[in-house]
């Protein structure tokens, strides 16, 4: 199989870029991977040291397979996030979580990909997106789909940095791609911005200061000193993107389940605060949302009414104050407490 046949018939099904790597081109992985569990950067994200033998070597992984090959699809916003932060009374959600769960999306586009490969060749083929001991981002790095950047994400410049990686593995030898080098250069917008100092150096991450990991992956009351600095974000945050010079490249999303549901483009934190175990369920039928559970998500809410110095949202943290999830609780109880604060004296 040639790889140029390869690429277009992914491009033909809507993927954006396509690059091809070893299963062992990333060897200075393995050696990153154990520096960042090594300093306890996880946190509480245990599933990334299961396993790691697998995430730092993917010839491990599947030994059978002889090429992988990566693929790019964007999701960029027809919005600047960072315009959502000047709206205290709004919850700010993440780009890639306003609509439907990328895992899905992603998947049924590399399934079908692989079997077209396997009805051309009879190969064999794993697809991967995010959920199995796949390091993606050095992946892609190594099959030429762009780098990763200062904030550790990858970037890359046809695409800018607002797209989604799917893995194809599979039996088939093809030729892969030169890897692509860093273009950074001395920029530092992506450190900069960061409102939580999450980023100790270039190129590593601290997830246990990261809004994303805060907000989706933190189980419990978050340290008071973050939470005054998570703002209105309530489901991940993406300021270190949206920052990135490189997206003035980006291109339009052309999956229609990544464009923002109208109800949360911009949803309101009172309105949120309501939610219950059902109606959460509800709401995030479908959407990457749903995965951490009405109690986290509301916890979150609360934090970002907390945060918002606008006193009337008083009222929709007062009824959770005394709620039986004790995070949700602890999070009512100190919005409170911060909204009191901002209360203009009495005459």
């Known amino acids: 199989m040639d790889a140029g046949r390869v690429k277009a018939e992914a491009q ?41 033998e697998w995430r730092g070597n993917p010839a491990a992984l599947w030994p059978e397979a002889r090429s992988v090959i990566m693929l790019a699809e964007p999701y960029t916003p027809d919005r600047d996030p960072l315009e959502l932060l000047e709206e205290p009374e709004i919850g700010a959600i993440s780009v890639y979580a306003r609509n439907k769960d990328y895992h899905d999306l992603v998947k049924k586009r590399l399934k079908r990909l692989g079997r077209w490969l396997v009805d051309e060749t009879g190969c064999e083929i794993r697809v991967f997106v995010d959920t199995a001991p796949v390091m993606e981002k050095p992946l892609a790095e190594a099959a030429g789909l762009g780098w990763q950047g200062k904030h550790t994400n990858l970037l890359s410049r046809d695409l800018g940095n607002w797209f989604f990686l799917g893995a194809v593995f599979t039996t088939l030898e093809l030729t892969p791609d030169p890897p692509e080098v860093e273009h950074c250069g001395s920029c530092t917008a992506c450190l900069d911005i960061c409102p939580t100092d999450a980023f100790p150096a270039p190129f590593r991450l601290d997830a246990r200061r990261c809004i994303s990991y805060l907000t989706i992956e933190h189980k419990g009351p978050v340290d008071e000193e973050l939470r005054a600095k998570m703002g209105n974000r309530i489901y991940g945050c993406d300021d270190c993107l949206a920052v990135c010079p490189w997206n003035k490249f980006a291109v339009e999303a052309r999956e229609a389940g990544y464009w923002a549901r109208v109800e949360l483009a911009a949803p309101r934190l009172d309105d949120l605060a309501k939610l219950t175990d059902k109606t959460f369920r509800e709401v995030f039928a479908g959407s990457p949302i749903k995965r951490i559970g009405r109690d986290r998500f509301v916890r979150n809410v609360l934090y970002a009414i907390g945060n918002s110095a606008t006193p009337h949202l008083a009222e929709a943290a007062r009824p959770l104050s005394e709620d039986p999830d004790p995070a949700v609780a602890d999070a009512a109880r100190w919005a409170l407490a911060r909204l009191a604060d901002t209360q203009p004296p009495r005459p």
């Open 12 to 52: 033909h099904l809507g993927f954006a870029s396509a690059g091809i790597c070893r299963p062992d081109a990333i060897p200075q992985a393995a050696d990153r991977l154990a520096r960042f569990l090594a300093d306890d950067m996880h946190g509480q994200m245990g599933w990334l040291a299961d396993r790691s």
